[in-house]
């Protein structure tokens, strides 16, 4: 007996979200253990993994501390509208990362 069209189409489709679910599921899996790599090197070699919430990092002026979405020109351009301080936003952000790191570990904030 032949299949249908609309048989061959469902078949696709269920084969399409197994490999989508596929796919993200190894990459959620690669993150994880890239965390529990960088934990484990770094414990062994006598250091901490700290994680810190990277929310509005590349948004906060490392300047003057003004956050808001207009400091962001452009996906890499900063620029402050308060003190017009400019940089790169993956810069800013990494700074702003390191402060809250910083910050966790001297008063636990």
Same mark, same amino acid.
């Given at each position: 007996?032949?299949?249908?069209?609309?048989?061959?189409?469902?078949?696709?489709?269920?084969?399409?979200?197994?490999? +989508?679910?596929?796919?993200?599921?190894?990459?959620?899996?690669? #993150?994880?253990?890239?965390?529990?790599? =960088?934990? +484990?090197?770094?414990? #062994?070699?006598?250091?901490?993994?700290?994680?810190?919430?990277? *929310?509005? !990092?590349?948004?906060?002026? !490392?300047? &003057?501390? @003004?956050?808001?979405?207009?400091?962001?020109? !452009?996906?890499?351009?900063?620029? &402050?509208?308060? &003190?017009?301080?400019?940089? *790169?936003?993956? =810069?800013?952000?990494?700074?702003?990362? =390191?402060?809250?790191? @910083?910050?966790?570990?001297?008063?636990?904030?």
């Amino acid at each position: 007996m032949k299949e249908s069209p609309s048989q061959a189409l469902q078949q696709t489709l269920k084969d399409l979200e197994r490999a +989508y679910i596929n796919f993200f599921s190894k990459r959620a899996q690669g #993150w994880g253990e890239f965390r529990w790599q =960088l934990e +484990y090197k770094m414990t #062994w070699r006598g250091g901490i993994l700290l994680a810190v919430p990277p *929310h509005s !990092t590349s948004r906060i002026c !490392t300047g &003057c501390g @003004h956050l808001s979405k207009d400091n962001r020109k !452009t996906q890499a351009k900063f620029e &402050c509208v308060e &003190c017009g301080d400019e940089n *790169h936003a993956d =810069l800013v952000g990494s700074i702003n990362i =390191l402060e809250r790191g @910083h910050r966790f570990l001297a008063c636990g904030e």
